[in-house]
């Protein structure tokens, strides 16, 4: 382990020192200010970078800005600001200074509901992630969710999933909205090889906030985090992209249509087939991931506007196994398993989604959203496989260099499932802001109706020693003696589903102030009341759950002192109750129990952050602590990733912990970030015999690195790579919970990737210029660099002597990628 981190400390420092230790020959400076054309204040962090480039810059406190550049007759700089409209400029440099001041003027499609600035986004509890930084991203899931992961307090131990759990919560605890669309996920899924690509489509997205928790009383009822994604069409001339690798192809589409209509639209095809080649269970593997997505806007006139979501996606997953052999133990007991494969499994998920929104601003200081959607999940898991294992203990042979095999044990495991899984969801939601005295009012109100349906029938037999192995009891006299049946160690057949009537209201005041001494000082409280009724049906019977009400009061205040350096220290506390959705219903064995009450998380978190400059580059470090207390908790376990619930018991828990992180311009023009997350969260199960133990997300440390680079004499070339290390987390044993849980390997993972423009050639430039192509991105990628074996779940088997052993699963090795783009 010390030699794989000493290995990535290496390639980091390394490529620091290349980036660092290289200067252009020849550069010109531009320089000037950027103001606000209504108020002609100065702006601050304004994004100022040269287009079809890699250096850029952003405003200083006064507006201020110096660019470097290479001489050239001219080039083309582009000021963007969130809510404001791009400006680009064409400069000639010839090695002297250039003076050059720009006003930005406000978005005519920006709407104060919705408006969000690096400023704003630092005094909430939300962290802005530049969308640049996913195109950069690197990994068999890059996109939005792999920037997501090398944040602090968001863990993810399986680079095959979009799925993540933050400050010890489940999958299940975390809210993701569209253009303010809630978008829900499948339920059935067990394992990343299942999953296929993330529903979010980063080639559409212009906007993303991300809240680990304390956030606002607008956001809805879930206990961990928030994702807040937006699509946005981009004004003017048609434009595209389209993408392929070995992992698939993407196409996507963007402009205008006269000056009402506005669109972005993509279509992606995945297929993970070439990443599951590297797993041990080798065999037949089908996938094929297809999605379309849309969102187009239609402008009445400057205060009204509609838009339209749309978005499809199938995904197939089938497998024919054949064989698996895992190595595993240590020097002093060396373990091999073999497995021998029938049947197949073939599993099929669509999801669709549909959603018609408005946005009006009837006068100055109001403004009124809101959407009407429908969204339908189909979940169909279907698989007959036999496994036929041999256990052997490796040892040394006769002969040096040589091993010899031990038989250690044999068995069966006959697994069968046919599942079905049909979720409806159909919801109206209006949301209003209006300026008052020293801010705004925000308020809201939501509809929302589930409809589930629920086809189980799966069992699970385990023939090995200790297992399932059918007997006769002779009885004399008794003409009835015949062998048991084996004893099924999973079984569940059940036909059941729900709907749930949900209304939601939330009022909330924000105060920004102004001290004498120039100290800013924000305020938002807010409260936000949901009641719900379910009625459960569980074979053809039916169960109400009554109306239950819930109430989250909601509080944080920022606090920016008028100082020298750029400090804000901000404070949130709050209640968040989560009302169970279907899986908290469902028993092991498919019953359903009406008797669960909403989850209650109460947190109080506190966070620092600073904006500084090293030397003439921005950077940011922030520090958060948090602790949360969670009641009526319903216990879970976690193998890969389906959670399965125990709706029969109940548990209170904890959760606290610190995250640290740094993010600016390491390499001038491109920002890059380091983060540290510390966790301790336990929980303490009713009745039972063992107190507070370890949760399944207890992770306890984790450290991220993103980093970009490029060399100046090499423009045309920029690298990322993105390193995460992460403590295990607990697993339960088949023999039960133990006061001192056994935990997975920590886990390790570097991808590194590299990417060539080819526009920064002049002469393929000129010819893509005259093809009306703006760039063409050519690019390689290693997927775990260091070929580190991390061990996703375990699967338990039995020997002669009764023993159970644990098989580790692992995930994917080193691979290869390569991928095109191109930019038009």
Known sequence: MFFVIYSVKRIVYILLLLSLGTR????????????????LQPMEMVNIGIVGGTNGTTTDSRGHYKLHVTESDSVTIRFSFTGYEPQNLRVKVK????????????????????????????????????????????????????????????????ELSSQ??????????????????EVFRPMLIRSGQQEGMSIINPDLVSNILFSPGGFDARYGDKMSSVLDIAYLPNQGRIGGKVSASLLGAS?????????????????????????????????????????????ITYTVNDRLEFGLLALFTRNVYGLVPESQTTAFGGFNQAMELDIYFDGAEEDRYRTTLGAMTFRWRPTDDWNVSGNISVQNISENERYDIQSQYFLYEVGMGEQVGETERFDRGVGTFL??????????????????????????????????????????????????????IPTTTFEPGDSSN????????????????????????????????????????????????????????????????????????RLSASYKPHWEHDLLFRIAAGIYPQAPFYREYRRADGSLNPEVDPQTSYQVMGTADWNLR???????????????????????????????????????????????????????GLESWASLSIMRTQEDIEDDEFGWLDRPTDQRFAFKVFLQDYIPDMPWWRMSLSMIYATGMPVVAPYGRQENALRLPSYLRVDWGNTVQLSRFTRIGDWLQKRHVSDVHVGVEVFNLFNFRNVISYLWVTDIDNMPRRVPNYLTARQLNFKISVLF
């Open 95 to 158: 090695g002297s200074l250039r003076m050059r001041n720009i006003s930005l003027r406000p978005s005519a499609q920006q709407l104060d509901a919705v408006e969000v600035s690096d400023e704003k986004s630092r005094e909430s509890s939300f962290t802005h992630i530049d969308v640049e930084r996913i195109e950069a991203a690197v990994g068999p899931t890059a996109g939005v969710e792999g920037v997501l992961k090398t944040l602090p307090d968001v863990n993810s131990s399986n």
């Open 164 to 181: 993540y759990s933050v400050r010890g919560g489940s999958f299940d605890e975390n809210l993701v909205y569209i253009n303010g669309v």
């Open 614 to 668: 090293i030397g003439d580059r921005p950077f940011k470090i922030t520090a958060d602590v948090y602790y949360k207390y969670i009641t009526d908790l319903i216990p879970y376990t976690i193998d890969n990733l389906r959670i399965s619930y125990d709706p029969d018991a109940r548990a209170v828990a904890y959760a606290t912990g610190l995250s640290l992180r740094i993010n600016g311009d390491f390499v001038e």
């Open 24 to 39: 252009l020959l020849a550069q010109g400076v531009v320089e000037g200010t950027v103001s606000d054309a209504r108020t």
């Open 251 to 295: 196409a996507s589409v963007h402009g205008s249509i006269g000056r009402r209509w506005n669109f972005i639209a993509g279509l992606r095809q995945h297929s993970n087939r070439y990443i599951l080649g590297s797993l041990d269970t080798k065999g037949s593997y089908t996938t094929n991931y297809t999605d379309f997505q849309s969102w």
């Open 415 to 468: 697994e069968h499932a046919r599942n079905r899984l049909g979720t409806g969801i159909y919801a109206f939601d209006l949301n209003a802001s209006c300026r008052a005295l020293l801010g705004y009012w925000q308020m809201g109100v939501k509809l929302q109706y589930e409809d589930v349906r629920d086809r189980l029938r799966e069992w699970r037999l385990v023939d090995s020693a200790g297992y399932a």
């Open 482 to 553: 015949v062998p048991n049946s084996p004893i099924l160690q999973q079984y569940a057949n059940s036909l059941g589903g729900l709907g749930t009537m949900r209304g939601t209201a939330y009022l909330q005041r924000e105060i920004d102030l102004t001290t004498r001494s120039g100290a800013e000082l924000k305020f938002a409280a807010g409260l936000r009341g949901t009641a719900y009724s379910t009625e459960l049906e569980s074979h053809d019977s039916v169960v109400g759950t009554g109306l239950r009400a819930m109430v989250s009061p």
